[in-house]
């Protein structure tokens, strides 16, 4: 069974400071990488992919993959409370479906 | 361009009635797919269409059926619904490229139909 672990959270941070999301993914195959942001009662907003080792960067956001440790994780800089959010670590379950596994989520709480 | 759309928002049903949640889409992708999210589970994989007149199980394919009725869109019906299935239901898109390294694929989805079986 292939598996997408994300630590559940809640994740607080104050305002300002750098938030680290964490996953972890079993099936060395996988190849693609999302990190989408859902907020309470709406649908998931895909953010962020990477398909590269080494790290991705768009705006405050930036996403780390390691495949070698079969590991990515996303940075948010400058955390606002408008990224109050849970976050979802996809990874797709490798052949040519492009059929995504998606972890819990981690719960993020930025204070003011 | 409305990206994916669901009808209905919200739905309430007895046990053993029958619906059909329909999606569309009008980004001219080929792959769409129905997941439900239920508290403490996470988006689980019920269905999937690769493409047009193509349908498939994901992981939870039990008490469902889908139709894939032109490229555009793809509906997901419950013909005798379960407490059980009471969840928020979503649908979405992508086009999966990519072979060298692949698949890539960048979902996108609707905004779901709440449903609740009583």
């Known amino acids: 069974q292939k598996e997408v672990e994300q630590n559940s959270g809640p994740l607080s941070v104050p305002e300002g400071a750098i938030a680290s999301l964490n996953c972890t993914y079993s099936d060395r195959g996988s190849q693609s990488f999302f990190w989408y942001r859902q907020y309470s009662g709406k649908s998931p907003e895909l953010i962020m992919f990477i398909y590269s080792n080494g790290d991705k960067e768009d705006g405050r956001f930036t996403a780390q993959l390691n495949k070698a440790s079969q590991y990515v994780s996303l940075l948010i800089r400058d955390s606002q409370p408008s990224d109050s959010a849970t976050y979802l670590c996809?990874?797709?379950?490798?052949?040519?479906?492009?059929?995504?596994?998606f972890g819990k989520g981690t719960k993020l709480s930025v204070k003011p | 361009n409305a990206g994916v759309t669901q009808t209905p928002k919200f739905q309430v049903l007895k046990t053993g009635q029958s619906m059909t949640l329909q999606c569309a889409q009008d980004m001219n992708h080929n792959s769409m797919y129905w997941y439900r999210q239920d508290p403490g589970m996470g988006l689980r994989l019920i269905y999937y269409?690769?493409?047009?007149?193509?349908?498939d199980k994901g992981e939870v394919p039990n008490g469902y059926n889908v139709s894939r009725l032109n490229k555009r869109e793809f509906s997901l019906r419950l013909e005798s619904a379960a407490p059980s299935q009471t969840s928020v239901y979503f649908c979405?898109?992508?086009?999966?490229?990519?072979?060298?390294?692949?698949?890539?694929?960048?979902?996108?989805f609707g905004p779901g139909t709440r449903l609740t079986v009583l």
């Open positions: 979405a898109s992508s086009e999966v490229w990519g072979t060298s390294g692949g698949p890539y694929n960048e979902q996108f």
């Open positions: 269409s690769a493409s047009e007149g193509t349908t």
């Open positions: 996809a990874v797709n379950n490798g052949g040519s479906q492009g059929n995504l596994i």
